[in-house]
C-alpha cells in the first residue's frame, strides 16, 4: 500500500530515536535449542510401539516406475517421486517426529495389490488411483491430478498386471486431485463412442467447475502456502502434504460424467462387476461418494477416511464442511457395510485388511470427528471464542494414540476453529474485536505502543531467544505492517517462522510457515497451483461465468457507467440479459429486449474472449461475433473489469 510523505517523515524519525539493540543473528536454517526441546518432549508422547500403519503402508507392494521422474510431453518433470527419499534415514532435528514418521509412510511409492482383482497406485501423485479388474478390462478409481501421472500409473499397471482396455472411470468426488489426469487414461472420443463409461456423484460438474472459480486467485495464491509449491522437498523444506508427498505441475484434464449417483443403495454393472453407492454429500467435498465391491468385499470411502485428520476447513479457503455429517456418513458406512467388509481402500493413504481392523478404524476415525465438532460446539456454548477452543481442544487417550487420527492434513486445532465459524461466523462476540484495525493501521499503533520500533524489535528478538515463536511471530509481524522496509524484523518474522514450521506435526502447517519464512525475505514467485484448465473452462456455464465476472467489477472504473447487453448464444439455446450500474454487474436469462446492444457469438468464443484475451474485434472481423446497437457496449463492459488473473502473487506476510 502506497504510503504518505508524513507517514514516511515519521518512520524516519522513529527509527533515529529507537533504542539501539544487537544485530539480528544470521539465520543458520537450524533447529533452535527451543525447538529441539520441544520436538524431544513431542517424541515422548507418541505410540511408537504401534507399527501397524508402518506395515500397511508397505503390504501386496509389487513394483515401482524405473525412473521415478515423471515428464510431461517437453521433457519437463511433473512429479519426481524420489524428491522424499530423504525421508526414509533418520528423523532430522528439523521437523516434526511424527511428521517424519508419516511422510516415510506416504513416499512408499508404486503398484500394490489390495487383494486378487484390485489393485492400488500410490505415491506418483498427491492422490491413490484405484483399479478394479472387470471381466474385459479395468474400472480405474480418481484418475490422480494430472494427465502425466495417471498414465505413468496405468502404465505400471499394465506392466505388472495386463494389457488390457479402461472400461470404465469412478470419480468418487469432485476435488480436482481425482479427476484431473482422466485423459492420461481414457480419451473423449472413447467415452463420446460408448466404449468408456464415467461415473460420479450427482452435482459433480457443478463443484468440480465452481470451487475454484469465484475465488480462484485467492484460493491460488493460499493454496501455494498450503502446498508449500516454492519450497524444496527436504528436512528443512517442504514437508510433504499430509495426504500425499506433493502436487504434480502437469496437464490437468476433465471428461464429464455420462452417469451421476443420485442415491444412497444405488446400484450399478459394469463390465461384469456390481457396485454398490453410498453418497455423501457435504463432507470431505460438496460431491462425494463411498462405493462397496460385493465380490471382493472391498469398500471404498474415498476421502471420507484417511490417514490422517483431514481438514474441515482447508487453509487454501473453501466453504466450510459439516463436521456432524461427516461423522454421520461414517456411521452409515459402518451401517450398511462393517459387516461385509474384509477390505477397505480409499483416495489417499493405504488399505486395511480384515472386517475386525476395518470396522475398529472406521469407528475410531468417525468418533475423532464426531468428538471435534461435539467439543467444539460444547465450548462455543460455554463461551469460548473460536482461539480459546483451539488452545485448549484434544483427542481424548483412546482416539490420539491412533495414528490415523493425528494432524497431518488437518488439525483439531484449525478444524475446530472451523466449527465455531460454521456455526457462529468469524466475529466472538467481543465489541472490542467488532471493527478493529487493519494489519497495516495496527501495526503502527502496536510499535507506537511498544516505544518505536527498536523496542519492538527487542521485544520480538527476546522472545526469539526465550522460544516463543508465536510472540516473536506476532511482535514481527505488527513491525513488518508498519513498515515493510524493515529487513530486521523481516528476518526475525522469517525466523520464528521457520523454528514453527519445524516443530509443526502438520505438513501444511509447516508448508505455510516455511513459506511464508521464504516470502518474508524475498518477493513471492509465481503461483503455480491452479486447476482452471482448458477442459475446465469449456465445462463452464454461462451463467458461472458472468457470476465470476461480477467478482472482476472495478467499481473505481465503473463508477458513473451505465450499460446493458443482451449475450445471445446460438450454439447452446441461451440468451442472458447483462447490467452493469451502480459499479455492479446484474445478469439473468432473458430475451435482452430493451438492452443497448446485443452480441451473438458461440459459447466457445466468448469463453475464449474472457479467459484466452481474445478481442471482440477480432471475432468480428472473423465472423464470430456479431453485434447490434451501441457499438461501445461491449467496450464499455470489458473495460471496467479487472484482468482475469492478478499480474504477480499478493503478498500475504507483509502489506
Known amino acids: 500500500m502506497r504510503k504518505s510523505l508524513a507517514a514516511v517523515c515519521a518512520a524516519i524519525v522513529c527509527a533515529s530515536c529507537s533504542v539501539s539493540s544487537a544485530p539480528v543473528p544470521v539465520s543458520t536454517g537450524e533447529a533452535a535449542p527451543a525447538t529441539l526441546a520441544a520436538n524431544e518432549t513431542f517424541a515422548e508422547g507418541l505410540p511408537w510401539e504401534d507399527d501397524s500403519e508402518a506395515k500397511l503402508a508397505v503390504q501386496g507392494f509389487i513394483a515401482t516406475l524405473e525412473d521415478p521422474q515423471i515428464r510431461a510431453a517437453d521433457g519437463r518433470v511433473v ?151 516454492r519450497l524444496t522437498p527436504g528436512p528443512k523444506g517442504q514437508g510433504g502434504a499430509g495426504i500425499g508427498t506433493g502436487l504434480p505441475s502437469g496437464t490437468f484434464s476433465l471428461i464429464a460424467p455420462t452417469h451421476s449417483v443420485k442415491e444412497t443403495g444405488e446400484k450399478l454393472v459394469i463390465d461384469g462387476i456390481e457396485i454398490e453407492f453410498q453418497v455423501t454429500p457435504g463432507t470431505e467435498a460438496p460431491a462425494e461418494m463411498n462405493f462397496y465391491l460385493p465380490h ?69 476415525h468417525r468418533d475423532a470427528y464426531k468428538y471435534l465438532h461435539d467439543q467444539s460446539v460444547r465450548l462455543m456454548n460455554k463461551g469460548y471464542t473460536a482461539e480459546e477452543i483451539a488452545e485448549v481442544i484434544a483427542l481424548p487417550q483412546p482416539l490420539a494414540t491412533k495414528w490415523y487420527n493425528r494432524g497431518y492434513y488437518g488439525t483439531m486445532a484449525h478444524n475446530s476453529k472451523a466449527v465455531y465459524q460454521r456455526y457462529l461466523g468469524w466475529y466472538d462476540g467481543n465489541p472490542a474485536n467488532l471493527n478493529p484495525w487493519p494489519p497495516e493501521a495496527a501495526g503502527k499503533r502496536y510499535v507506537e505502543a511498544m516505544g518505536g520500533a527498536g523496542k519492538a524489535l527487542r521485544i520480538a528478538r527476546t522472545a526469539y531467544t526465550e522460544g516463543d515463536y508465536r510472540w516473536a511471530a506476532e511482535v514481527a ?77 472495478d467499481p473505481e472504473l465503473a463508477a458513473g457507467k451505465s450499460v446493458s447487453i443482451a449475450f445471445d448464444f446460438p450454439d447452446v439455446g441461451e440468451t442472458r440479459l447483462v447490467t452493469i450500474r451502480n459499479s455492479i454487474l446484474v445478469h439473468e436469462a432473458g430475451t435482452g429486449a430493451g438492452a443497448d446492444a446485443t452480441l451473438r457469438l458461440p459459447k466457445m468464443a466468448f469463453l475464449g474472449m474472457i479467459f484466452a484475451g481474445q478481442k471482440p474485434a477480432d471475432l468480428v472481423a472473423k465472423g464470430v461475433l456479431t453485434m447490434e446497437g451501441n457499438p461501445v457496449a461491449a467496450a464499455t463492459l470489458l473495460s471496467v473489469l479487472d484482468p482475469a488473473a492478478p499480474p504477480e502473487p499478493f503478498p500475504i506476510v507483509s502489506p
Open 79 to 229: 512429479f519426481d517421486a524420489s524428491a522424499y527419499d530423504f525421508a526414509d534415514g533418520a528423523a532430522q532435528d528439523t521437523m516434526n517426529p511424527s511428521l517424519w514418521r508419516h511422510l516415510g509412510l506416504l513416499n512408499n511409492h508404486g503398484l500394490f495389490e489390495v487383494v486378487p482383482g484390485l489393485w492400488q497406485v500410490r505415491g506418483l501423485d498427491i492422490s491413490v488411483m484405484s483399479v478394479i479388474a472387470t471381466e474385459n478390462g479395468y474400472i480405474l478409481v480418481d484418475p490422480l491430478t494430472s494427465t502425466e501421472t495417471s498414465a505413468a500409473a496405468l502404465s505400471l499397471v499394465r506392466k505388472h498386471v495386463g494389457d488390457k482396455p479402461v472400461v470404465a472411470v469412478i470419480y468418487t468426488h469432485s476435488h480436482g486431485d481425482h479427476f484431473g489426469g482422466v485423459k492420461g487414461v481414457v480419451s473423449q472420443a472413447d467415452v463420446d463412442a460408448g466404449k468408456v463409461q464415467i461415473i460420479a456423484p450427482d452435482g459433480f460438474m457443478e463443484h468440480a467447475v465452481s470451487e475454484n472459480l469465484i475465488a480462484g486467485p485467492a484460493m491460488t495464491r493460499r493454496a501455494n502456502y498450503q502446498f508449500g509449491t
Open 296 to 364: 471382493l468385499k472391498a469398500l471404498c470411502l474415498a476421502e471420507n477416511a484417511n490417514a490422517t485428520m483431514h481438514n474441515v476447513l482447508p487453509p487454501r479457503g473453501a466453504l466450510v464442511r459439516d463436521s456432524k455429517a461427516w461423522a454421520d456418513y461414517l456411521t452409515e458406512s459402518i451401517r450398511l457395510y462393517g459387516d461385509r467388509t474384509d477390505v477397505m481402500f480409499v483416495s489417499h493413504g493405504w488399505p486395511r485388511w480384515g472386517q475386525a481392523e476395518v470396522t475398529t478404524f472406521m469407528g475410531l
Open 477 to 553: 509481524s505488527h513491525i513488518v505492517f508498519a513498515d515493510a522496509s524493515n529487513t530486521d524484523a523481516r528476518e526475525v518474522l522469517a525466523q520464528a517462522f521457520e523454528q514453527m514450521g519445524y516443530q509443526a506435526e502438520g505438513s501444511l502447517w509447516r508448508n505455510m510457515y516455511l513459506t511464508g519464512a521464504a516470502e518474508a525475505r524475498a518477493a513471492p514467485s509465481a503461483s503455480s497451483v491452479t486447476t482452471l484448465s482448458p477442459d475446465v473452462i469449456s465445462a463452464i456455464s454461462i451463467e458461472q461465468v458472468f457470476d465470476m465476472l461480477a467478482v472482476r467489477v
